[in-house]
T-cell receptor, first 115, second 112 residues
Framework: NAGVTQTPKFQVLKTGQSMTLQCAQD?????MSWYRQDPGMGLRLIHY???????DQGEVPNGYNVSRSTTEDFPLRLLSAAPSQTSVYFC??????????????FGSGTRLTVV | GQQVMQIPQYQHVQEGEDFTTYCNSS?????IQWYKQRPGGHPVFLIQ?????EVKKQKRLTFQFGEAKKNSSLHITATQTTDVGTYFC????????????FGKGTMLLVSP
């Protein structure tokens, strides 16, 4: 099993550009989510999904869109990149939506810089 | 909304010293999880605590969940350089399904 795969690992965007961060998991996990990590801010939830076709907003959803057409994939779209979106983005998944003894499995992250 | 506070933000110890990080929630939690993130890496799940007063051990790491299920701690005995990283707690509210709320983490630096 590959676990949670995120692409790309690094990306530089110009202000106003759009792009999609990819996330795929091969563990048949029900729950998938996107977090951003900024220095001193911990991990903040952007969007999450409890199953295919179901998504919801987290703590910091503005400027981001998500969709979940399959169990495996959960892409994150930046509509019009802004310097404030410079961050490290992590995709995380888990087997159960109510928590389980295996916790979240995180991808290796995407380091995004918006200039 | 729910807040999870973690202290200290940063701690620098000499190898062999003990280390403790504390996590406090503004609301009662259904469970709490702990993660470790090495420098430049991604968070890795360590453990989940569910029961009031629960204590779990993983080798030199001891995890506790408070009696009121609003606080938790991670204690490392005799730190090693391999313990370097940021330790996060993450809590889930005691109200059916809810997302995990992460603390801001405690960064541990261990000098040999």
């Amino acid at each position: 099993n590959a676990g949670v795969t995120q692409t790309p690992k690094f990306q530089v965007l110009k202000t106003g550009q759009s792009m999609t961060l990819q996330c795929a998991q091969d563990m048949n996990h029900e729950y998938m989510s996107w977090y951003r990590q900024d220095p001193g801010m911990g991990l903040r939830l952007i969007h999450y999904s409890v199953g295919a076709g179901i998504t919801d907003q987290g703590e910091v959803p503005n400027g981001y869109n998500v969709s979940r057409s399959t169990t495996e994939d959960f892409p994150l779209r930046l509509l019009s990149a802004a310097p404030s979106q410079t961050s490290v983005y992590f995709c995380a998944s888990s087997y159960s939506v109510i928590g389980d003894s295996y916790g979240y499995t995180f991808g290796s992250g995407t380091r995004l810089t918006v200039v | 909304g729910q807040q999870v506070m973690q202290i200290p933000q940063y701690q620098h110890v000499q190898e062999g010293e003990d280390f403790t990080t504390y996590c406090n929630s503004s609301t009662t939690l259904s469970n709490i999880q702990w993660y470790k993130q090495r420098p430049g890496g991604h968070p890795v799940f360590l453990i989940q605590l569910v029961k009031s007063g629960e204590v779990k051990k993983q080798k030199r790491l001891t995890f506790q969940f408070g009696e009121a299920k609003k606080n938790s701690s991670l204690h490392i005995t005799a730190t090693q350089t391999t313990d370097v990283g940021t330790y996060f707690c993450a809590g889930r509210k005691n109200s059916g399904y809810s997302t995990l709320t992460f603390g801001k983490g405690t960064m541990l630096l261990v000098s040999p």
